[in-house]
C-alpha cells in the first residue's frame, strides 16, 4: 500500500502552528518553527508503509537545494512511532515546540482555598495577568508573607481558566512555607510570578490521529505529581487514560480526571483501591496501551516509566520534582543529569526550573 499525503497528514505529523510549505515536486515540505533553523521532511510517495523517510535540519537557509550551511539528517521508519521519534529529535535540534511567555510578578486575589485530603490543598489564583500564556506542565512561584522564608514555593500548574484569567494549584504541605500558604483564606491576596519552566509538548494528540486504545495518550502521575497532567487532560482530546498512584484511598482529583473524558486507572500503596503497588504494576495489570506517554511524580516513579517506555518503544515526556530556589533558571540549583551538555553549564546537567521541568525521556539521566 503506497504512503499518501493524506496519510502523512492523518497522524498530525508536526504540526507545530505553522503552516506547511510544500514544494511541487515530490513530498518535501518546510516548517520554520526557529529563525535561525529549518525542518525538511522529505518521503517518496511510491515507498511501502515499511520504508523510511528523512528530515534534515539546516541552519536558516532560505532554499534546501541551494543550502551550503552545515546540517543534520536522520532516517525513521514510516509508522506512527517513527513519526514521533522523529518529532523529539526535531525538537533536540531545533529547541523546543513552545515560545516562553513573558515571566510576571503579580499580586493576586485567591479565588477559593479547598482541602482535597489530608496535607492536599487546592488554590484558585485570579486575575494573574499571565494565564492565557500558560501551558500544562509549567509551575508557578507562589511567595510568603513572612519575609524570613526569602524563597518563593514552586507549585505546578493543577488548572488553566482562560476564560476567567485564573489558575489553579494544588500543593501538598510540606513545610513551613506551604503551611502557611494552605492556611490562607478566598479572598485573601497572593503574591506569585510565572508562567516558568517548559511544559508538555501536545502537539500529536489533537487532529486525526486513529482512535483506539493503542493510540491513546497515556497520562501517568505519582502523589503531588497528579495535579499537573489535570491541565493536560483538559488540554487534549479523548481518548485518553490517565494512570494515578496514590498512598491510600484519599484519591483527590480522581472525578476531575473523569470529569474531562479519562478512563481512570488507579495504583495504592496499601491495595485499598485499585491495583496495589505503583503506576508500572496498574498499568501492567489493567493492560493500559497508547502511543505517548506524560508523566508527573517523583523520581523514583520516573525511573520506573523510563524504564517502561524503552521496552515497549513508546516516547515519554517526563515532568521532574526537584528543590528549587531562583526559579528561572540562575543558580543551578536544581539540576538533574543530562545526556548531552548543557550550553549553559557545559556539563552534564540541565536545569529543572528553566530547562524543563518537562523532558523527553531519552534527554535526561536518571
Known amino acids: ?3 499518501s499525503e493524506e496519510d502523512i497528514f492523518s497522524y498530525n505529523f508536526f504540526q507545530y502552528g505553522t503552516p506547511f510549505i510544500g514544494s511541487f515536486c515530490g513530498k518535501n515540505y518546510r516548517i520554520a518553527r526557529n ?7 522529505d518521503s517518496d510517495p511510491h515507498k511501502n ?33 517513527g513519526r514521533l521519534r522523529a518529532i523529539a529529535w526535531i525538537d533536540e535540534w531545533v529547541g523546543g515546540g513552545q515560545d516562553m511567555a513573558e515571566i510576571k510578578k503579580i499580586t493576586a486575589r485567591i479565588g477559593e482555598m479547598d482541602v482535597l485530603a489530608p496535607g492536599i490543598c487546592s488554590m484558585w489564583i485570579e486575575e494573574t495577568g499571565f494565564a492565557g500564556d500558560a501551558v500544562p506542565g509549567q509551575f508557578i512561584s507562589v511567595y510568603c508573607d513572612d ?17 476567567r484569567g485564573r489558575l489553579r494549584i494544588v500543593f501538598r504541605i510540606a513545610g513551613a512555607g506551604t503551611k502557611e500558604l494552605s492556611e490562607r483564606k478566598t479572598g ?4 506569585v510570578m510565572g508562567p516558568l519552566g517548559n511544559g508538555y509538548r501536545i502537539d500529536y494528540c489533537g487532529g486525526t490521529i486513529p482512535q483506539g486504545e493503542e493510540n491513546q495518550p497515556i497520562l501517568i502521575g505519582g502523589g503531588i505529581g497528579i495535579p499537573p497532567l489535570l491541565a493536560l487532560a483538559q488540554a487534549i482530546p479523548p481518548k485518553k487514560v490517565a494512570v494515578l498512584g496514590y498512598r491510600d484511598n484519599k484519591t483527590f482529583l480522581k472525578e476531575d480526571f473523569e470529569a474531562c473524558g479519562c478512563k481512570v486507572v488507579i495504583a495504592t500503596d496499601d491495595g485499598s483501591v ?5 503506576v508500572i504494576d496498574a498499568i501492567r495489570a489493567q493492560g493500559v496501551k497508547g502511543r505517548m506517554i506524560y508523566s508527573c511524580g517523583p523520581t523514583p516513579m520516573q525511573r520506573g516509566v523510563k524504564e517502561y517506555a524503552a521496552e515497549q518503544g513508546i516516547i ?27 550550553e549553559h553549564s557545559h556539563v ?3 536545569r529543572v526550573c528553566k530547562d524543563g521541568p518537562v523532558f523527553y525521556a531519552q534527554e535526561i539521566e536518571l
Open 188 to 191: 485573601g491576596m497572593v503574591q
Open 49 to 81: 508503509d515499511d520504508a523510511m523517510f528523512e528530515v534534515t535540519v539546516w541552519e536558516g537557509m532560505e532554499s534546501f537545494a541551494t543550502t551550503q550551511s552545515e546540517k543534520v539528517t536522520e532516517q525513521f521508519p514510516f509508522t506512527p512511532e
Open 316 to 342: 515519554a515526556q517526563l515532568s521532574l520534582e526537584e528543590r528549587m530556589a531562583c526559579g528561572i533558571g540562575a543558580c543551578l540549583g536544581c539540576v538533574c543529569k543530562s545526556v548531552d551538555v548543557d
Open 274 to 278: 485499585g491495583t496495589k503497588g505503583n
Open 35 to 41: 529563525p535561525l533553523k529549518n525542518v525538511f521532511f
Open 348 to 350: 552534564h546537567n540541565k
Open 1 to 3: 500500500m503506497a504512503v
Open 147 to 163: 519575609k524570613s522564608r526569602l524563597l518563593p514555593r514552586p507549585i505546578s500548574i493543577c488548572e488553566i481558566d482562560r476564560t
